[in-house]
């Protein structure tokens, strides 16, 4: 089966009741036994429910794993992960990571004794100088948030297998339609689902992917003992945001390339952060390993002006301010006053994070409203 047929039949039957084309939402916690354990497979819902078991097939399906697990959210899906750890293990992280993902690591796992290494992943060769007899996890985003820097994913993988390292990939900003990391050598695939795999800006949700059966046992009996799971409702809207996952994407990555070579050819804006430019660093990586450029596209003005970034978040109109991204909507953010504010601003700068950086992540409207709208509020 192909990606796009995947989206929408992948891991799925019809509802054996009544035939249902869509799974029903069992909003249900329990199931009815005839005897004690005579049951049909279902006995308590934060173990199996039969609509998260229909949306975890699909995650599996589209992401050419084998397992898929749903959880209350992203952050639950790698903590999840995290877990598979002791103190004393190692993790060698991208720099440029998702902010949440930065606290969990760091303000919750560290206290438990795992130490993490945040580097740059472009230069394989630099990142196995932080690879030890304790590394047990390489955890690597790609694209990145805000920078929209690519890493190589066979690459890496070439040295988790070398050293017996898991490799997990954070997929929420390409999407199994443009990437697909298990495919490239990953152990682990994550997403938050809340973002482009949902779609539609309206739940929060998690998910990760393997194929190895070990590992995909390990998972389950985490997901199941820490119980951070998703409800029946949240999995069919997740399930419904798939099935126009390849449509959309490809909308997005249209009016991407357009919002990115306009911005590109305007005389206000200074650099334009887009993985599909010849003059990305990383893009010959993004050209091989992604089918297209994505949604997301990062820019900042001439003379790096905060109180500018802010005018132009605040005139857009089509463009919605707000955190989150990956919706059919599209959204604006200024990472120095919002996402990235706790970070000190020497610390975020270095990464590329300065005052007058704007993050779009472009939705799905018609493209001359989307560059109108930017015209406007840039001026
Ligand atoms: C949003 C996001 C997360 C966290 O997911 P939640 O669903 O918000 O918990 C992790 N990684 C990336 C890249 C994200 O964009």
């Known amino acids: 089966m192909k990606f796009n047929t995947k989206t929408i039949h992948g891991g799925q039957e019809h509802d054996p009741a009544f035939g249902s084309v869509m799974p029903p939402i069992y909003q249900t916690s329990t199931y009815a036994q005839s005897t004690p354990g005579g049951h049909k497979g279902y006995e308590y819902s934060r173990t199996h429910n039969p609509t998260r078991n229909a949306l975890e097939k699909s995650f599996a399906s589209i992401e050419n794993g084998k397992y898929g697990l749903a959880f209350g959210s992203g952050l639950a899906a790698i903590d999840a992960v995290i877990k598979l750890l002791k103190p004393g293990d190692e993790v060698v992280s991208t720099n440029d990571l998702y902010g949440g993902t930065y606290r969990l690591f760091t303000k919750i796992y560290e206290d438990f004794g795992i130490k993490f290494h945040f580097i740059g992943m472009e230069s394989a060769s630099k990142m196995e100088s932080y690879i ?9 985003e790609t694209p990145t948030n805000p920078m929209m820097n690519v890493i190589d994913i066979v690459s890496v993988s070439e040295i988790a297998k070398k050293h017996d390292i898991l490799l997990a990939v954070d997929n929420t900003f390409a999407t199994p339609y443009l990437q697909q990391p298990l495919e490239l050598g990953a152990d682990i695939v994550m997403h938050s689902a809340t973002k482009y795999l949902g779609g539609h800006s309206d739940v929060v949700m998690g998910a990760l992917v393997v194929k190895d059966d070990q590992l995909a046992e390990r998972l389950y009996f985490i997901q199941n003992a820490s119980g951070a799971v ?19 994407m490809q909308r997005h990555c249209e009016n991407g390339r357009a919002v990115a070579e306009y911005l590109n050819n305007h005389p206000k804006i200074e650099k334009v952060y887009w993985p599909g430019f010849k003059s990305h660093p990383n893009h010959n990586v993004a050209k091989t390993q992604m089918k297209d450029f994505g949604g997301m596209v990062s820019f900042t003005t001439k003379g790096n002006n905060y109180e500018e970034a802010i005018r132009i978040v605040e005139n857009l109109k089509v463009f919605t301010l707000a955190e989150s991204l990956g919706g059919v909507e599209s959204l604006a953010g200024h990472p120095a006053s919002m996402t990235h504010a706790s970070i000190p601003k020497e610390e975020r700068e270095k990464s590329g994070v300065v005052d007058s950086l704007i993050r779009l992540s472009v939705g799905i409207e018609d493209e001359d409203d989307l560059i109108n709208d930017l015209k406007q509020a840039i001026g």
């Open 230 to 248: 998703c409800g029946p409702q949240d999995s069919f809207l997740v399930l419904r945001g798939i099935k126009t996952l390849h449509v959309r």
């Open 132 to 140: 030890n007899n304790n590394t047990k996890l390489i955890w690597v």
